[in-house]
């Protein structure tokens, strides 16, 4: 999966560091990426890129081994020009383009981007915030209200039936290939009844054995996937919520197609399901 960079290793402890020259930056564009793409690669512009910009005007994101990486304060985006030779890629490319490292630092960087620029005000009483120096936070400089990241929990489910497997497609989103049923938690639920509520409002199938696969972080969409598997309990008439889905339906393990790609948790889910089965 995107975020599976070993034997790198990802340290996203806070720090109120300054960048140094060899450090990496990720500037963005509301969903969009400044960057170069030789062959299935990405490089990003290097801190000696910038020049005559303050060092205050960059945050620190995080590191990947001894490899930093920082962004311009979204606080003061107009202060930064555009490094020549670079240009602005969608975030969808990480999908594909490498190194695998790399495309984990940037679309976790933009979930971190996407966060400070929707932090620049206080929720609660509307005045501008501050980044904190001490932790990764925005503070309010009139009230003092100090705003953490949010990250979304959503479920991933596969339900199966013996050998067949429940499989849905997206209504109205780019991603067309089958998918699994999927959906976020609401206040006050548990995972395992967000599984059930989802599979339910989406499919009308009601499920039992439900059991924990793992956990996958999706910058894409700043969200914490849960992976589950569950067994189909009843009757496996569908009843599509077609508001969400444009298709549901039981594929056998045959008709599964393989997986085109190994970044994402719903992927391996279905790669695994299709060539060994799941033991619940």
């Known amino acids: 999966m995107i975020h599976e960079i070993y034997p790198k290793v990802f ?3 806070y720090s109120d560091s300054k960048p140094e020259p060899g450090d990496t930056i990720m500037m963005f564009s509301g969903e969009e990426i400044f960057c170069r793409v030789e062959g299935e690669e990405a490089i990003f512009p290097k801190t000696e890129d910038f020049t005559g910009t303050d060092e205050d ?4 994101l995080f590191s990947i081994d001894d490899e930093r990486f920082f962004m311009p304060d979204p606080r003061h985006a107009d202060c930064f020009g555009i490094p020549e030779g670079y240009s602005l890629k969608n975030h969808t490319i990480f999908r594909t383009t490498g190194p695998r490292y790399l495309a984990f630092a940037a679309v976790t960087a933009l979930a971190l981007y996407q966060w400070y620029a929707s932090s ?3 929720g ?3 005045a501008e915030t501050r980044r904190s120096r001490t932790e990764r936070a925005c503070v309010c400089t009139k009230c003092g209200l100090v705003i953490y990241p949010k990250i979304s929990p959503v479920v991933i489910v596969a339900v199966t039936n013996g050998d067949n497997l429940l499989v849905t497609r997206y209504k109205d989103r780019p991603y067309r290939n089958y998918a699994l049923v999927a959906g976020f938690a609401e206040s006050g639920e ?3 009844e ?3 509520r989802e599979v339910m409002e989406e499919t009308g199938v009601r499920v039992k054995n439900i059991s924990y696969y793992k956990s996958q972080p999706w910058g894409f969409t700043s969200t914490l996937l849960s992976g589950f598997f569950c067994e189909l309990d009843g009757d496996p008439t569908i009843h599509l919520d077609e508001n969400e889905l444009s298709e549901a339906l039981w594929l056998s393990r045959s008709e599964i197609p393989p997986a085109v790609t190994d970044i994402a948790l719903t992927a391996e ?3 695994l399901f299709r060539t060994r089965g799941y033991a619940l």
């Open 269 to 271: 889910m279905m790669e």
């Open 190 to 192: 548990s995972l395992e």
């Open 11 to 13: 340290n996203n402890q």
């Open 120 to 122: 620049a005000y206080c």
């Open 57 to 60: 005007e960059f945050c620190y």
């Open 124 to 126: 609660r009483c509307g």
């Open 194 to 196: 967000t599984v059930r």
